[in-house]
């Protein structure tokens, strides 16, 4: 049997950040002038911030030179900073750290595999850092998923194949992203977004060792 190898994202999946992007994306709105919606917050989910800040910038008609554009970016990014300077244990998802414990007893590789820039911090203050074999995020990426870069990547770091790997995503182009390494997809989320990934569950909550096992034997 060969070797497995189990890939995470962050945003979403291990803890929820994304309500941080979301209101550091809507302070700059708002400093611009116009509101900024949770719904309109579903377009950035997977996406990189320069796409974030082009969107944001077409939903406000709004338009910016290199300059402006730069400079809004980093203002985004410091506020976003401070946001998750406060964030602890408690910002875990349901279930999360079982998951991780069980493929750390069972000798199993994992890998992170984000676009956050903020990966590795992050992980250090929720206290999952030493779960992770590899971390593979927005710092050592050129393309953005739906391409699988980020996921052939972390493949690699782990020395696992990537037909053997299993990836876990809450964003369509994350899902979209692993299917295309040809790896197992399991979409954290809802049922009729995700319905590209190979298995769904609406939390961790939802999946038992049992099938963790069943992924680590096929």
Known sequence: MSK??????????????????FLAWKKLANQLGFEFTKEQNELFKGVSRKRCLEILLDIGKKEATQEQFDTWMIEKNVDYLEYIENMDASEILP????????L???NIPIALGSASKNARPILEKV???????????????????????VFLLAAKQLGVNP???????????GVEAANAANMISIGIGEQHILKEANYIFSDFTEMENSFVQELINR
């Not at 962050?10 to 992007?21: E, F, P, Q, S």
């Not at 279930?95 to 069980?102: E, N, S, T, W």
């Not at 037909?163 to 182009?173: L, N, Y």
Request: glycine content about 4%; proline content about 5%; overall charge negative.
């Open 163 to 173: 037909e053997d790997c299993v990836v876990f995503e809450d964003a369509v182009a």
């Open 4 to 21: 497995k190898g189990f890939i995470f994202d962050l945003d979403g999946v291990i803890v929820d950040t994304a309500k941080y992007h």
């Open 127 to 149: 206290d999952l850092l030493h779960y992770f074999d590899a971390i593979v995020d927005g710092n050592n990426v050129t393309k953005a998923k739906p391409d699988p870069e």
């Open 95 to 102: 279930d999360v750290p079982r998951v991780l414990a069980f």
């Open 104 to 106: 750390q007893e069972s």
